[in-house]
């Protein structure tokens, strides 16, 4: 399976941007890269997902490098709301599994 | 749209006893998958589904767990003999083809 690393965790002020790395060294050219994030309690949800090319959503925009070993999601103005860890996962050519790694736990500041 | 929904939310069993639990996807969502999420871990696959065909299920945690997809539509995840290792949540998430992941709410397993 292709791995995807990020930092165990990150902090942010509240409305200020985030940026939050993910690395996949080992991507393949038919995978697509995913964001999830989840919060307390709850199963995880969708944020963004991109190939090559960057993304933008009503949620948050996604920045895929040229060579696609890593990306960056990023959070234009960072709410109390967006505390939550983010999990950014590969998706291959025939779907078998998302495989999640750990995430990164975000923390907002007031 | 009604999104995933696990039955049931919440399950006390004692160590040794069987539980299963129960997935409906989305309608017409052809992918299923299941998942076990420990405190402070990221969710772990288990196995998925592409319709009726079970395509991954090596990653399944041992012979005491099974699962089902009869006719491609709701899904079952059986753990057997339960162990209090067992003790996690255990989600189920559906999609289309490659598309975005919809996650249920999960159901939370305790063994005593």
């Known amino acids: 399976d292709a791995k995807t690393t990020q930092p165990n965790s990150m902090e942010s002020n509240e409305e200020e941007p985030v940026h939050l790395p993910c690395n996949h060294s080992t991507i393949s050219g038919t995978d697509y890269i995913h964001w999830y994030r989840q919060l307390p309690s709850q199963g995880p949800e969708y944020v963004i997902h991109g190939l090559t090319s960057n993304v933008n959503n009503r949620m948050a925009s996604l920045a895929i490098a040229e060579d696609r070993k890593s990306s960056t999601l990023i959070l234009h103005r960072a709410t109390l709301r967006d505390a939550a860890v983010y999990y950014c996962?590969?998706?291959?050519?025939?779907?078998?599994?998302?495989?999640f790694g750990p995430g990164t736990r975000l923390s907002v500041l007031p | 749209d009604t999104g995933v929904s696990q039955n049931p939310r919440h399950k006390i069993t004692k160590r040794g006893q069987n539980v299963t639990f129960r997935c409906d996807p989305i309608?017409?969502?052809?992918?299923l998958y299941w998942y076990r999420q420990t405190l402070g871990q990221g969710p772990e696959f288990l196995t998925y589904?592409?319709?009726?065909?079970?395509?991954?299920k090596s990653r399944l945690l041992s012979d005491r767990f099974s699962a089902e997809r009869p006719k491609g539509s709701f899904s079952t995840l059986e753990i057997q003999r339960t162990e209090q290792g067992d003790s996690a949540m255990y989600l189920c998430?559906?999609?289309?083809?490659?598309?975005?992941?919809?996650f249920g709410s999960g159901t939370q397993l305790s063994v005593l």
């Open positions: 589904f592409q319709n009726e065909a079970q395509l991954e």
């Open positions: 309608s017409e969502h052809n992918r």
């Open positions: 996962i590969l998706n291959g050519n025939y779907g078998q599994n998302f495989v």
């Open positions: 998430a559906s999609t289309r083809d490659r598309e975005k992941l919809f």
